[in-house]
């Protein structure tokens, strides 16, 4: 049959066994704070060995002879003192949690808590001998003393000032680790409440044993929140590292060719890779800023490519993602429903774009265009590189500008628009070794131009050669060069004999209606094995023409 004192030994051994157990578990743990971890198995260890103590009082309560005495006597001494101990090692955890390492110890309440631990300790001691807190009968049965209540008011004024501690600096612990701290101050209270009453229970320790399950438990969290904090941060780390090593990648790109268009459809490559997209693009304001243009496109292997598809599209189908763009926001559809009721959701749905990732491309301040990648499945998440990258790709576009601008000056004469002597050498050279079939070649010098200049001013000048090379320009459109101050020269191949003859004398028609005198050299062959020779021959036929006027008109 079980009786109140067995039930009370089996309670209090199971608990001894699981604070043991639970001290192995923090002591093999690597992964947590070494000072709290070393005060957390103090009070499990402490805790077991209370329990035992509290057992061994249970078993030989009532046992006669020497032996019950000694056992009685020493067990109910280590319950005394070690629930003092363990409360010390409570009142260290604690400041372990709230305070750096030696700014506990400049504190007026923790030194007060520790003074008041080392008296509670000693009357312990005292009580050994004087009976001031208990007392054995004859038959080793414990008695409470008349001052025993001097035993539990101490260790309850440390735990009062912990729990003030506890509450000024609630912000710096979790909300877990208060709880469980707040359970050690809590369920002795509580525990005490009762046994007033009901005496002979062990309901103080065995709620102490309690409170060490919900503080290990609250640890083992905590060791897991930490844990998952590190892993998080690794991983943000490798992240940020994987980005680092994407956008070196994309610099070198970048710089490894001259051709920028090339550069860019190979930068889309590797951000393509990265998000492991189905489409890398690039979409450009158009000059009216009314639309955009796909100019750039990198598509993976199997994907249809779109970007002729994509041509002047209406800003208003893309009304949504612009308010991001406004703010410097980047924009993620999660799925294709999101764009349900807007204007983008038939151009998207077309495309089979369920996932799309965007940045907005702006320069000096100013939305010039936008970033996107189709159908990312990593790192959709994150729209750290395409917000990284758009400040190369808009260098990209600024230095593709300028070439283009460069080349055009290269080019290109500023007065006329028309090609000028550098791109006429390049025609010349680049047909040195070549035969081309029917050519037309015309050499063309305005006659009068220094008369004009003397007389009216360069600007009128100027305005005579800007109406002949509109003219030329007009009739024979790139093939026309202006090789001097006042002389032109057309090269056309393969058109007939017929045409060119026909075009030269509308040119010249043209210009007579417009007051504009000029001397012709024109020549047409079937066939030209040496280009440079017949313009020469042009040039010749000009000259003699122009020979004329000068004798003609004096």
Same mark, same amino acid.
């Given at each position: 049959?079980?009786?109140?004192?067995?039930?009370?030994?089996?309670?209090?051994?199971?608990?001894?066994?699981?604070?043991?157990?639970?001290?192995?578990?923090?002591?093999?743990?690597?992964?947590?704070?070494?000072?709290?971890?070393?005060?957390?198995?103090?009070?499990?260890?402490?805790?077991?060995?209370?329990?035992?103590?509290?057992?061994?009082?249970?078993?030989?309560?009532?046992?006669?002879?020497?032996?019950?005495?000694?056992?009685?006597?020493?067990?109910?001494?280590?319950?005394?003192?070690?629930?003092?101990?363990?409360?010390?090692?409570?009142?260290?955890?604690?400041?372990?949690?709230?305070?750096?390492?030696?700014?506990?110890?400049?504190?007026?309440?923790?030194?007060?808590?520790?003074?008041?631990?080392?008296?509670?300790?000693?009357?312990?001691?005292?009580?050994?001998?004087?009976?001031?807190?208990?007392?054995?009968?004859?038959?080793?049965?414990?008695?409470?003393?008349?001052?025993?209540?001097?035993?539990?008011? $101490?260790?309850?004024?440390?735990?009062?000032?912990?729990?003030?501690?506890?509450?000024?600096?609630?912000?710096?612990?979790?909300?877990?680790?208060?709880?469980?701290?707040?359970?050690?101050?809590?369920?002795?209270?509580?525990?005490?409440?009762?046994?007033?009453?009901?005496?002979?229970?062990?309901?103080?320790?065995?709620?102490?044993?309690?409170?060490?399950?919900?503080?290990?438990?609250?640890?083992?969290?905590?060791?897991?929140?930490?844990?998952?904090?590190?892993?998080?941060?690794?991983?943000?780390?490798?992240?940020?590292?994987?980005?680092?090593?994407?956008?070196?990648?994309?610099?070198?790109?970048?710089?490894?060719?001259?051709?920028?268009?090339?550069?860019?459809?190979? $930068?889309?490559?590797?951000?393509?890779?990265?998000?492991?997209?189905?489409?890398?693009?690039?979409?450009?304001?158009?000059?009216?800023?009314?639309?955009?243009?796909?100019?750039?496109?990198?598509?993976?292997?199997?994907?249809?490519?779109?970007?002729?598809?994509?041509?002047?599209?209406? $800003?208003?189908?893309?009304?949504?993602?612009?308010?991001?763009?406004?703010?410097?926001?980047?924009?993620?559809?999660?799925?294709?429903?999101?764009?349900?009721?807007?204007?983008?959701?038939?151009?998207?749905?077309?495309?089979?774009?369920?996932?799309?990732?965007?940045?907005?491309?702006?320069?000096?301040?100013?939305?010039?265009?936008?970033?996107?990648?189709?159908?990312?499945?990593?790192?959709?998440?994150?729209?750290? $590189?395409?917000?990284?990258?758009?400040?190369?790709?808009?260098?990209?576009?600024?230095?593709?500008?300028?070439?283009?601008?460069?080349?055009?000056?290269?080019?290109?004469?500023?007065?006329?628009?028309?090609?000028?002597?550098?791109?006429?050498?390049?025609?010349?050279?680049?047909?040195?070794?070549?035969?081309?079939?029917?050519?037309?070649?015309?050499?063309?010098?305005?006659?009068?131009?220094?008369?004009?200049?003397?007389? #009216?001013?360069?600007?009128?000048?100027?305005?005579?050669?800007?109406?002949?090379?509109?003219?030329?320009?007009?009739? #024979?459109?790139?093939?026309?060069?202006?090789?001097?101050?006042?002389? #032109?020269?057309?090269?056309?191949?393969?058109?007939?004999?017929?045409?060119?003859?026909?075009?030269?004398?509308?040119?010249?028609?043209?210009?007579?209606?417009?007051?504009?005198?000029?001397?012709?050299?024109?020549?047409?062959?079937?066939?030209?094995?040496?280009?440079?020779?017949?313009?020469?021959?042009?040039?010749?036929?000009?000259?003699?023409?122009?020979?004329?006027?000068?004798?003609?008109?004096?």
């Amino acid at each position: 049959m079980l009786t109140t004192q067995l039930i009370q030994i089996v309670l209090l051994c199971s608990g001894c066994f699981f604070c043991m157990i639970t001290a192995f578990c923090m002591y093999i743990s690597n992964h947590f704070d070494k000072e709290k971890r070393r005060w957390l198995i103090f009070m499990q260890i402490f805790t077991a060995l209370l329990l035992a103590n509290d057992a061994l009082a249970y078993i030989f309560r009532g046992y006669p002879g020497q032996v019950g005495w000694i056992f009685t006597h020493v067990s109910n001494f280590f319950v005394f003192a070690l629930s003092v101990v363990i409360l010390f090692f409570f009142h260290a955890y604690v400041c372990s949690y709230l305070f750096r390492r030696g700014q506990a110890s400049r504190l007026l309440r923790v030194k007060i808590a520790c003074i008041l631990c080392a008296l509670a300790l000693a009357l312990v001691i005292i009580s050994q001998f004087t009976n001031l807190y208990y007392y054995f009968d004859e038959q080793n049965y414990y008695h409470r003393s008349s001052l025993y209540m001097l035993s539990m008011l $101490l260790p309850y004024a440390v735990m009062g000032i912990d729990l003030s501690l506890l509450i000024q600096y609630r912000q710096k612990i979790r909300r877990r680790i208060f709880w469980s701290m707040i359970s050690y101050i809590s369920f002795p209270l509580i525990a005490a409440a009762i046994q007033a009453e009901c005496y002979g229970i062990s309901l103080i320790n065995l709620s102490i044993c309690l409170s060490m399950i919900v503080m290990f438990v609250a640890s083992i969290g905590e060791q897991n929140y930490e844990m998952y904090q590190i892993l998080k941060k690794k991983s943000k780390v490798e992240e940020r590292l994987e980005i680092s090593s994407t956008l070196n990648q994309c610099v070198k790109v970048l710089l490894a060719d001259e051709d920028i268009d090339i550069s860019l459809h190979n $930068l889309f490559g590797i951000i393509n890779q990265y998000f492991d997209g189905d489409r890398t693009y690039l979409f450009e304001l158009t000059k009216d800023k009314t639309a955009i243009d796909n100019t750039y496109e990198y598509v993976k292997d199997g994907v249809t490519p779109q970007k002729d598809n994509l041509q002047g599209v209406d $800003l208003s189908v893309i009304d949504g993602w612009m308010e991001y763009f406004k703010e410097d926001k980047p924009y993620y559809m999660s799925k294709l429903e999101q764009e349900n009721g807007h204007a983008s959701y038939e151009v998207l749905e077309e495309q089979d774009i369920s996932r799309l990732l965007a940045v907005p491309i702006k320069e000096k301040g100013k939305f010039i265009g936008f970033l996107g990648v189709d159908n990312p499945r990593n790192h959709y998440d994150d729209a750290t $590189l395409l917000s990284s990258i758009q400040y190369f790709i808009i260098n990209s576009l600024k230095a593709k500008t300028h070439h283009q601008e460069l080349h055009y000056l290269s080019y290109r004469d500023m007065l006329t628009g028309l090609y000028n002597r550098n791109k006429y050498i390049r025609i010349v050279e680049s047909y040195s070794d070549k035969k081309v079939c029917d050519v037309g070649a015309c050499y063309i010098d305005l006659n009068g131009l220094k008369k004009m200049n003397d007389q #009216f001013g360069h600007e009128a000048g100027d305005r005579l050669i800007k109406s002949a090379a509109n003219l030329m320009s007009e009739l #024979f459109e790139d093939h026309v060069y202006r090789v001097g101050g006042d002389e #032109f020269v057309i090269v056309v191949k393969e058109w007939g004999n017929e045409d060119f003859a026909n075009k030269i004398k509308c040119l010249k028609s043209k210009m007579k209606e417009q007051d504009i005198s000029a001397s012709f050299g024109m020549l047409w062959k079937s066939s030209v094995e040496d280009l440079e020779s017949m313009l020469k021959q042009a040039d010749f036929i000009m000259y003699q023409e122009k020979q004329q006027y000068h004798l003609q008109n004096g």
